[in-house]
């Protein structure tokens, strides 16, 4: 490595869908010859034992995994993010943050942008529910999206890849729900929406490279909160999932974009929500903007995004 220097622990998840591919293993094979950095496995027990060991000495946390992996490890590790340098290597199932932080999907790829040592100082993002308080870092949604997440097994994971969220959608759009949804924004005045699914946002993209928050910026200090309202017949999602592909879906009138520090929700029916992959359920649902709160290595691609005209 060249400018990437100092105390690592690289936090390597051998469940993930590609840690056994072999430019998987090239990269891990490269991190056990870096004479700084400890390898351990992604459970909880591993983590917490390392970082009882290390915390206070190091300088960069690796994540090899998907953003369930570093929804794990972020939370894991709160008590040492104001210190240390999070580097994510893309070997999970979608791998949506990377996408935000514009790097290669490819992990040596990867490695090599992260041996680049470009850091950033980004926002996090934290959701409160009635019995938990946890970190994230991308994407929480709820609706139906979030019952296309829960409808997915690890076997369809395995055999569909990122495909896999187009396929759990089949069996969900013959059923769609409306939520009856009420929103406050930064302690401001209520406004309800019967909503098909909702989106609270630090990063841009989820379910395996959607850009469901095109807009987001992880700099900005604020969450991208996008509502999908009710759409009264199968033409209308039609036009509206052709606006999606088309990139400019959050002008459509059927969308609902706001931005704020902080979001509090409510739906019913009570809808679970899906955080970095992970389920968050209870009512209400408050999130936060951290500001600033973490130094995250970035790749080639990363920008923040254009505001359209």
């Given amino acids: 490595m060249e400018q990437f220097s100092g105390r690592t622990l690289v936090v390597w998840n051998s469940q993930a869908g590609g840690a056994r591919s072999e430019a998987a293993q090239v990269v891990l094979n490269a991190f056990r010859l870096y004479e700084l950095a400890t390898i351990v496995e992604a459970d909880e027990q591993s983590l917490e034992a390392a970082l009882g060991e290390l915390g206070d000495s190091l300088d960069n946390v690796v994540v090899a995994g998907g953003d369930g992996t570093l929804h794990h490890v972020l939370n894991t590790l709160r008590p040492w993010l104001d210190r240390i340098r999070l580097a994510v290597l893309p070997i999970g199932t979608g791998n949506d943050f990377c996408r935000s932080l514009g790097m290669p999907l490819d992990p040596v790829a990867a490695y090599e942008a992260i041996a680049a040592g470009n850091v950033r100082r980004i926002d996090l993002a934290e959701v409160e529910s009635p019995d938990s308080r946890r970190l994230f870092?991308?994407?929480a949604n709820g609706g139906n999206s979030n019952r296309v997440s829960e409808c997915m097994t690890d076997e369809m994971k395995s055999r569909w890849g990122a495909w896999c969220y187009l396929r759990g959608a089949i069996d969900v759009l013959t059923d769609l729900q409306g939520f009856e949804t009420t929103l406050l924004l930064d302690d401001?005045?209520?406004?309800?929406?019967?909503?098909w699914n909702v989106i609270v946002a630090n990063g841009r993209t989820a379910a395996g490279g959607a850009e469901?928050?095109?807009?987001?910026?992880?700099e900005d200090g604020l969450l991208d909160t996008i509502i999908v309202l009710d759409q009264p017949s199968p033409y209308d999602l039609a036009a509206l999932m052709a606006e999606f592909f088309l990139g400019n879906y959050l002008a459509d009138e059927r969308v609902v974009f706001r931005r704020a520090r902080s979001v509090e929700l409510r739906m019913s029916p009570e809808s679970n929500f899906m955080v970095d992959g992970e389920v968050v359920g209870g009512q209400p649902l408050r999130f936060r903007v951290l500001p600033g709160a973490l130094q995250v290595y970035v790749g080639p691609e990363y920008s923040r995004p254009v505001e359209p005209e």
């Fill in 188 to 195: 401001g005045p209520a406004e309800t929406y019967s909503a």
């Fill in 212 to 218: 469901v928050a095109p807009q987001a910026d992880l």
């Fill in 137 to 139: 870092i991308n994407v």
